[in-house]
C-alpha cells in the first residue's frame, strides 16, 4: 500500500508562483508512475499533468504547458508540480496520485491518491 501526503499549497497573488510536493510511503517510488489533478467543489477532476517512474517523462495538459513543471525526486520518494504565473482561475484543490505501472497515465486511474492540498490565487 502507498500513501501520499500533498503539502505546499497556500494563498498567492496573480502572477506569483508555489510548488507543491508529494510525499510517499514505500519502498517502490520509483516504479510509481504520478499525476497532479485539481478539482475544484462542484466540478470534475481536471488532470494537471503527469510524470512516469522509470525516465522521468512528463506530459502536461494544454492549459498548464510553459506555467506548470512535475518533476521527482525518487531519493526523497517526492514529486512536485511547480506553478508560476498563477492566475485566480488556477484555485482549485490539487492532488496528486500514483499507480504502478511504466506508462504515463493522463486520466483518472489511478491507485493511489493523496488527501489534497488548497491553493489560492487572489487577484
Known amino acids: 500500500q502507498v500513501q501520499l501526503a500533498e503539502s505546499g499549497g497556500g494563498l498567492v497573488q496573480a502572477g506569483g508562483s508555489l510548488r507543491l510536493s508529494c510525499a510517499a510511503s514505500?519502498?517502490?517510488?520509483?516504479?510509481?508512475?504520478m499525476g497532479w489533478f485539481r478539482q475544484a467543489p462542484g466540478k470534475e477532476r481536471e488532470f494537471v499533468g503527469a510524470i512516469s517512474g522509470i525516465g522521468g517523462r512528463t506530459y502536461y495538459a494544454d492549459s498548464m504547458k510553459g506555467r506548470f513543471t512535475i518533476s521527482r525526486d525518487n531519493a526523497k520518494n517526492t514529486v512536485y508540480l511547480q506553478m508560476n504565473s498563477l492566475k485566480p482561475e488556477d484555485t482549485d484543490v490539487y492532488y496528486c496520485a500514483g499507480k504502478m505501472t511504466y506508462e504515463l497515465i493522463t486520466g483518472t486511474n489511478y491507485d493511489y491518491w493523496g488527501q489534497g492540498t488548497q491553493v489560492t490565487v487572489s487577484s
Open positions: 514505500g519502498r517502490t517510488f520509483s516504479l510509481l508512475a
